[in-house]
T-cell receptor
Framework: DSGVTQTPKHLITATGQRVTLRCSPR?????VYWYQQSLDQGLQFLIQ???????AKGNILERFSAQQFPDLHSELNLSSLELGDSALYFC??????????????FGSGTRLTVV | EDKVVQSPLSLVVHEGDTVTLNCSYE??????LLWYKQEKKAPTFLFML????IEKKSGRLSSILDKKELFSILNITATQTGDSAVYLC?????????FGTGTSLTVIP
């Protein structure tokens, strides 16, 4: 157990629907990062929050949004889902703003299947 | 455009073999390079490299960074079936991590 908790583990939903993925960072970590991992593209950075505020944005679609709450857990909302959104979504956390000092700790991921 | 490229994409070896995985990068603001091992779950941290020429070692795994030629290698000696995994390389630019697509290693008994 890495200390980063992601729920649910698996999610199957129909196209056009909306889902919420949840992540609790490791105790003491202030940064939360979201990544999308699909078979053909590897790990793609989506977005980062640090202590409740958005810090960096990657290749995140407009249909996706995220937030980090005062208790530091984060949610990734995916709407108007398409078949191509099927992927493994990882959350990672780090104690610092950039992960430069100690790297990331990853959660075990949420596997999303859009049918 | 910042990018990280890993090679080979996959390899299959017999137990006891030694393998070398490569990671090359082109980024505008290099801070560190990290190696992760991903089995069927979350990637687990192996090494972080920030300085050229200093080898990091953990058991049968070792890694080194060349900041002049912009690459890193991960060596695994005396491979075991438990080494079978995808090995990911990531470069931290201060704003985010850029991941390569990984090298899939399969170790056959």
């Amino acid at each position: 157990d890495s200390g980063v908790t992601q729920t649910p583990k698996h999610l199957i939903t129909a196209t056009g629907q909306r889902v919420t993925l949840r992540c609790s960072p490791r105790s003491g970590d202030l940064s939360v990062y979201w990544y999308q991992q699909s078979l053909d593209q590897g790990l793609q950075f989506l977005i980062q929050y640090y202590n409740g505020e958005e810090r960096a944005k990657g290749n995140i679609l407009e249909r996706f949004s995220a937030q980090q709450f005062p208790d530091l857990h984060s949610e990734l909302n995916l709407s108007s889902l398409e078949l191509g959104d099927s992927a493994l979504y990882f959350c990672a956390s780090s104690v610092d703003r950039t992960g430069s000092n100690y790297g990331y700790t990853f959660g075990s991921g949420t596997r999303l299947t859009v049918v | 455009e910042d990018k990280v490229v890993q090679s080979p994409l996959s390899l299959v070896v017999h137990e006891g073999d030694t393998v070398t995985l490569n990671c090359s990068y082109e980024v505008t603001n290099f801070r560190s390079l990290l190696w992760y091992k991903q089995e069927k779950k979350a990637p687990t941290f192996l090494f972080m490299l920030t300085s050229s020429g200093i080898e990091k070692k953990s058991g049968r795994l070792s890694s080194i960074l060349d900041k002049k030629e912009l690459f890193s290698i991960l060596n695994i000696t005396a491979t075991q079936t438990g080494d079978s995994a995808v090995y990911l390389c990531a470069v931290n630019t201060g704003n985010q991590f850029y991941f390569g697509t990984g090298t899939s290693l399969t170790v056959i008994p």
